[in-house]
């Protein structure tokens, strides 16, 4: 069968090579797969908005995505977060196009209805003369993205209104979420604007890369290994330990080594240590001091990373920064990514400018290892197009290899947090969870 239908069967088949550290490389373009994801997938789960210190004042807004489902998310007249689908209920307009901002009402540019913060209809043109007293104008009113939740001053919005609490969807992921964004008194704020590109490559590509694949960096990053913008060890990624979670999550904790010369909490200002300690739990203290870089993927689509990165050369220092991204699946092999920059809110100012150099230069839109990993994407959503690698025949000539590890790494039991850790990131036990959850997720209800 070829550009077919998916039918359970060969799902299941799916499965059983996922289970097998394979993965039919259809997987990644097929169209039937890319509709089934959007139902299946971020039509039903948490899918990240934003962060709190966006939205601080009444009024201040910022226009997000949920896949296809434009998104608006707010700050009310009373404080609290709202988010909205991001279309007039009059003939359906974007309402609001600006990325962000801060209003008492939005104004429809189509015919002029006009919404307040709560989401009610307050103006219509014409309102009286053309609908007189009859319309109820509250059945007009936006409508509200189903659920909304936050941790850590992460908001999330599901269109599922029977979706698990967040909390319980994150899971352990919270404790490592803690060590990132819980560790200062304040917690984090956004710094700069979130920046937004296109990449051409398929979602989960990027989501297992980020989540799974620390591997990469000893070729695809190397250069910056070189230039001693990146720790000087060319296989640093691999030292650590690879955490799977449940629900799809990982997360990769690379640790610092003693030869490296890493300066404990990734370098953040000695000044912010007994903060630290204020805020995160012995063991949560015991593993922050010894991180070099944490690198992960919130499943499905939330990724992160937290690296030591120079912006000089050879013997300058390397400089930490916590970037969240969001990869928006527009086409099976096109992708939005929406990038934040966090910092702690308590640090020195210094040290937040240095973060966010660090982080242009790194992972902002034209930054090193972006550019490195952009264009391996896109590589690997241009070879995954044609008639041989969309071959659905079950036989397994047309698999791609998550075998590292499989049945030869066993996880370490002394590892103090959450989740089962194995005591090496150069492995591929994160992407196959993220592989397992995936088709889960499109067997459930499969006919
Ligand atoms: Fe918004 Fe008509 S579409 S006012
Ligand atoms: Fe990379």
Not at 116 to 138: C, F, H, P, Q
Not at 156 to 185: A, C, I, Q
Request: hydrophobic share 35%.
């Amino acid at each position: 069968m070829k550009y077919g239908k998916l039918d359970r069967s060969l799902l299941e088949d799916v499965r059983a090579k996922v289970l097998r550290g394979m993965l039919p490389q259809w997987a990644f373009t097929d169209p039937e797969v890319f509709k089934a994801e959007l139902e299946q997938i971020f039509a039903k789960t948490w899918n990240f908005l934003g962060h709190e210190s966006e939205i601080t004042r009444p009024g201040d807004y910022v226009t997000r995505w949920i896949a296809h489902d434009p998104v608006l998310l707010l700050r009310d007249a009373e404080g609290k977060v709202q988010a909205y689908l991001n279309s007039c209920t009059h003939r359906g307009t974007k309402l609001c196009t600006a990325d962000f901002g801060n209003k008492k009402a939005f104004t429809c540019p189509y015919h002029g209805w006009t919404f307040n913060l709560s989401g009610e209809l307050t103006g219509i043109v014409a309102g009286n003369k053309v609908y007189g007293e009859e319309m109820d104008r509250s059945q007009w009113s936006l409508r509200k993205i189903p659920r909304v939740e936050s941790y850590q001053g992460m908001i999330f919005g599901s269109l599922n209104e029977h979706v698990e609490p967040l909390e319980t969807f994150l899971g352990d992921m919270k404790w490592y979420f803690d060590l990132m964004l819980g560790r200062s008194d304040h917690g984090m704020e956004v710094r700069g604007i979130p920046q937004r590109w296109i990449i051409h490559t398929n979602w989960k590509i990027s989501a297992d890369n980020f989540g799974g694949d620390p591997y990469h960096t000893a070729m695809t990053h190397r250069s910056t290994v070189e230039l001693g913008i990146s720790p000087k060890d060319p296989m640093y990624a691999s030292y650590g330990y690879q955490i799977v979670l449940d629900n799809g999550h990982g997360i990769n904790i690379i640790t610092r080594r003693k030869d490296m010369n890493v300066p404990p909490f990734q370098g953040l200002p000695s000044t912010m240590w007994s903060m630290f300690e204020r805020n995160l739990d012995p063991m949560q203290l015991d593993v922050f001091r010894n991180t070099m870089i944490t690198v992960g993927n919130c499943f499905p689509n939330l990724s992160f990373v937290s690296p030591m990165h120079g912006t000089g050369g050879p013997g300058e220092p390397l400089t930490s920064f916590v970037n969240f991204r969001v990869w928006r699946p527009l086409t099976p092999t096109s992708i939005e990514v929406t990038s934040w920059l966090m910092v702690d809110q308590d640090a020195p100012e210094a040290f937040k400018e240095a973060s966010y150099l660090s982080y242009v230069g790194s992972f902002g839109p034209a930054g090193t290892l972006e550019q490195d990993d952009a264009e391996i994407w896109t590589r690997v959503a241009e070879a995954s197009q044609g008639w041989m690698t969309q071959d659905k025949d079950v036989h397994y000539n047309n698999v791609l290899n998550y075998l590292m590890g499989l049945d030869r790494v066993e996880p370490d039991p002394s590892w103090p947090g959450p989740g089962v850790a194995y005591p090496t990131c150069y492995l591929d036990a994160i992407s196959r969870a993220f592989y397992q959850r995936w088709i889960e997720c499109l067997l459930d209800d499969a006919t």
